[in-house]
């Protein structure tokens, strides 16, 4: 099935998308080819002039298991649609629309729900593995379904088009998440309002871009109407993360970082690294998704990678790193609309100070903000906290009841 070019009040963008798909080097045919392409380090030109416009779209499926067993009653659309990356240049980005087949809401609320880790592989976006039943996030995201929220899921700069995945880069995934709304919005094929009620979602990676789009949202995208934000487990401080995060079960995303950041700050990390630490870096970045990396390099060790035997932990603190470092930091913007936080005690991966850290700082600068603690035990299982506290907190949000604080 050919991606169907967008007509109506977004027919000059999906003209402009012809031609910045052609100076990409990929065609608009299915989500799978676009999953597939090669990597180029080109840029597109000729993009629509609004970040968010549609350039195209196609018919999906979204499948809760692998055997393609049970299938979600709700129409899919994979979408292809303008953003701006960190240094500010217009790029094309992917992602997938969901619309519930019913909803009690006369002006149907938009999630954007931002994923968590990945990977950084092209088929490992969550455009695909919501087709082929294999998104870990499958359920959260029915769950918003369920309630009678459209969602909307991105995947990312890099994922499912040409370059690296930029991980963990604050800006270029705040923007993915808030033109994913935009994009939701214009697109002719789903009847969403193009001014409705709008909510932010997400949980460890998920979590930092939903609270990257709450602190950009004032200023890069003002006229969404967000009720709302639930952001699960941030890796808000990467000094704090990475310090934990090396040498532990979860060292392969202390290597995502390092590919994605070098990709977005056009850092070249192959002089770190020694022959073994490349062909690692190399395996992780193109064809491993979170989980298979996972168990191939369990407890990976960025020491062992590197041409001197440091771990890279140590260069965060020297340049060019401790400026990045610095300009990754969450909390030094204030989100406009409500934040329910949530975090467990127990976490292994991101530790709950960073969370409280996180939410202090939002205080301070006069923000809502719920801190929501708990003491589910691991950072893959407490992502049921944030579900269980983020959807009655979310509906209530949708009613326009007063949010609560612990400020």
Same mark, same amino acid.
Request: hydrophobic share 40%; aromatic share 6%; net charge neutral.
């Given at each position: ?7 109506? &009040?977004?027919?000059?963008? !999906?003209?402009? $998308?012809? %031609?910045? *798909?052609? #100076?990409?080097?990929? =065609?608009? @045919? +299915? ?50 649609? &303008?953003?701006?990356?960190? !240094?500010?240049? $217009?790029? %094309?980005? *992917?992602? #997938?629309?969901?619309? =519930?087949? @019913? +909803? ?304």
């Amino acid at each position: 099935m050919p991606f169907r070019r967008t007509l109506g &009040r977004r027919a000059a963008a !999906a003209v402009a $998308a012809t %031609a910045a *798909t052609a #100076t990409l080097g990929f =065609p608009l @045919t +299915s989500g799978e080819a676009i999953a597939t392409q090669p990597r180029s380090p080109w840029q597109p030109t000729g993009l629509p002039a609004e970040n968010g416009d549609v350039l195209s779209s196609e018919p999906g499926v979204f499948y809760l298991d692998p055997l393609k067993a049970i299938k979600v009653d709700a129409s899919v659309h994979r979408i292809m649609y &303008r953003t701006t990356d960190r !240094a500010g240049k $217009a790029i %094309a980005v *992917t992602g #997938t629309v969901l619309n =519930p087949a @019913t +909803s009690p809401y006369r002006q149907r609320p938009i999630v954007a729900l931002a994923p968590g880790t990945q990977g950084l592989a092209d088929k490992c976006a969550p455009s695909r593995q919501l087709a082929e039943g294999t998104e870990y996030e499958a359920l959260p995201i029915k769950k918003l379904l369920d309630q009678g929220y459209a969602v909307v899921v991105t995947d990312y700069q890099g994922l499912g088009t040409p370059g690296v995945h930029t991980y963990m880069a604050r800006e270029a995934q705040g923007r993915t998440v808030l033109d994913s709304v935009r994009a939701a919005q214009r697109l002719d094929a789903v009847d969403l309002p193009d001014a409705g009620p709008v909510a932010l979602y997400g949980y460890s990676q998920g979590g930092g871009a939903t609270a990257s789009a709450a602190e950009l949202a004032p200023t890069y995208a003002p006229e969404l109407k967000i009720k709302g934000a639930v952001v699960g487990a941030p890796p808000a401080d990467m000094n704090e993360v990475a310090a934990g995060m090396d040498g532990s079960a979860y060292g392969a995303f202390f290597n995502y970082s390092l590919s994605g950041l070098s990709t977005a700050y056009g850092i070249d990390i192959d002089p770190y690294l020694n022959a073994h630490g490349k062909r690692v870096t190399a395996d992780l970045r193109d064809n491993l998704c979170t989980t298979q990396a996972l168990a191939k390099y369990p407890f990976l060790n960025s020491r062992f990678l590197t041409v001197d035997g440091r771990p890279l932990t140590e260069r965060l603190t020297r340049a060019p790193w401790a400026a990045i470092v610095a300009d990754l930091r969450l909390g030094n913007r204030k989100p406009t609309a409500p934040v329910l936080l949530s975090h467990s005690a127990l976490d292994d991966v991101v530790p709950q100070q960073v969370g409280k850290n996180l939410a202090d700082d939002w205080c301070r600068r006069g923000a809502t903000v719920r801190f929501a603690g708990n003491h589910i035990p691991g950072h893959i299982a407490a992502t049921e906290g944030t579900s269980a506290e983020g959807l009655p907190w979310l509906k209530d949000r949708f009613a326009d009841k007063t949010a609560p604080s612990t400020c």
